[in-house]
T-cell receptor
Framework: EADIYQTPRYLVIGTGKKITLECSQT?????MYWYQQDPGMELHLIHY???????EKGDLSSESTVSRIRTEHFPLTLESARPSHTSQYLC???????????FGQGTRLTVV | DQQVKQNSPSLSVQEGRISILNCDYT??????FLWYKKYPAEGPTFLIS?????DKNEDGRFTVFLNKSAKHLSLHIVPSQPGDSAVYFC????????????FGSGTRLLVRP
């Protein structure tokens, strides 16, 4: 069973609000990722991290930002939420090459 | 340009029969391939993987086949069970230091009792 947790599971918030999606893992993995998925579509990588103090933009442009101050914690922040940010956000971690990524349960974000 | 493609959005199979899910890729730098299962409003769950140096990997009812020359992989589920009904995603790992996964768009499998 994967030890990676995301909170909240569901979030409905008004336009213009600042939000932070939390992601924590207890497996000691260096590599962490944020994916965004819309219904019926592929998962798009929006951010990743090699380790503490290392973050990179993913393949899909996103207005969100991330930080990696501790190995186990990789939060995602939206400074001003918009309806176009409505989506499912999935956090993952892995040990490295030739291994699977473990996913959290996701956060379903709705911006009204 | 989509590097990992799952051209069948859905598949319906009778319980007890074989389910075959297909995936094509375009990037020859992929060196590790994975299949994930996903339920709505949940995160993907890892099923099975295969390294590019192999052509087959088996785990219980699940077998993944890799044809590098055709840039094609498939997931076989035998026998299929109603609990297998979910969306299945194919993913490939880039051969660089990020180890990020590139996903296909998924195939929705329905196993009919």
């Amino acid at each position: 069973e994967a030890d990676i947790y995301q909170t909240p599971r569901y979030l409905v918030i008004g336009t213009g609000k600042k939000i932070t999606l939390e992601c924590s893992q207890t497996m000691g993995h260096d590599k962490m990722y944020w994916y965004q998925q819309d219904p019926g579509m592929e998962l798009h990588l929006i951010h990743y991290s090699y380790g503490v103090n290392s973050t990179e933009k993913g393949d899909l442009s996103s207005e969100s930002t991330v930080s990696r101050i501790r190995t186990e914690h990789f939060p995602l922040t939206l400074e001003s939420a918009r309806p176009s940010h409505t989506s499912q956000y999935l956090c993952a971690s892995s040990r490295g090459p030739g291994t699977e990524a473990f996913f959290g349960q996701g956060t379903r974000l709705t911006v009204v | 340009d989509q590097q990992v493609k799952q051209n069948s959005p859905s598949l319906s199979v009778q319980e007890g029969r074989i389910s075959i899910l297909n995936c094509d890729y375009t990037n020859s730098m992929f060196d590790y391939f994975l299949w994930y299962k996903k339920y709505p409003a949940e995160g993907p769950t890892f099923l099975i993987s295969i390294s590019s140096i192999k052509d087959k990997n088996e785990d219980g009812r699940f077998t993944v086949f890799l044809n590098k020359s055709a840039k094609h992989l498939s997931l076989h589920i035998v026998p299929s069970q109603p609990g297998d009904s979910a969306v299945y995603f194919c993913a490939a790992s880039v051969k660089d230091s990020s180890y990020k996964l590139i996903f296909g768009s998924g195939t929705r499998l329905l196993v009919r009792p």
